[in-house]
């Protein structure tokens, strides 16, 4: 039964994705508004198959692969209702990647979401808080693009078309800024409890395992980032290619981890 509130869900952020690329060619208030009616009936379906499956399973299902990518997706539709009402652009950004993640989750190999040995409460908290970042590091991700492209329309002079769509510099650096901190702190939050998870589970808080090994890479990649915008005052350009290649070790953490290399992390 969860399976075809997912698919509802996969085609309510399609066809939702489809409207928020007709706003960015026409961009008139009655397309996104509609565009956004349509992602909302999309996680609404999404919201019942994870509820169905948390009955079923008995805590949250994100611990595989694919209903972390699921998971991720869900949380990426929060995040644009959390800024869309005041910037409507960022859908046609945020949503093909919450269809490519909805679409990676249905061709992953499906098995059964494995029994947590113990403590499943703090592995919940510790994969929830770390999805969580990934999504709003994700969205760190999208508006460090739209920096960019903004930017190098001011600088060529092109001043129609999407530079008329797209908001300020400083407001984008402003979400991006928003987007790292929350981000970060929810991935520490994630890191810590993992640790503390690891010492109930295996006796050791840090076991160079690879999975553990690129996820404080990546946590010191955001980490430079965040200190030296704070402390040093990067911010604008450097800080959105920062951005989005601290997105790419977080790409790599979560999919080279889980595929390339071999830890006790993965559940595919």
Known sequence: ???????????????????????????????????????????????????????????????????????VAWFLVIVYLMFGWRLAILGTFLSPL???????????????????PIKVLWLSL?????????????????????????????KTKKLGGLYQRLPSLTLLDDINHKALIWG?????????????YAQW???????????????VITWLVYAILIHERLAVGWRGRRAAIISIIGFMFLLFTFFGVNYLLKSYHVFK
């Open 126 to 154: 510790h994969i929830g808080f770390s999805l969580i970042g990934d999504a709003l590091l994700a969205l760190a991700f999208c508006v460090g693009i739209m920096y960019l492209v903004q930017e190098r329309h001011i």
């Open 184 to 196: 970060f702190s929810m991935l520490t939050l994630g890191l810590i409890l993992g640790a503390i």
């Open 98 to 116: 919450i269809v490519g993640l909805m679409l990676l989750s249905r061709v992953v190999p499906s098995i059964a979401e494995p029994r947590p």
């Open 1 to 71: 039964m969860d399976k075809f509130f997912y698919q509802l869900a996969l085609l309510g952020y399609g066809i939702a994705m489809v409207g928020f690329f007709i706003y960015l060619l026409r961009p008139q208030h009655s397309v996104s508004r509609a565009a956004t009616l349509v992602l909302l009936s999309g996680f609404f379906f999404h919201s019942i198959g994870f509820t169905i499956s948390w009955i079923d399973l008995g805590y949250f299902p994100f611990i595989t692969v694919k209903s972390s990518l699921s998971f």
């Open 201 to 215: 589970v295996r006796g050791h808080y840090f076991t160079w395992d690879p999975k553990e090994v690129w996820s």
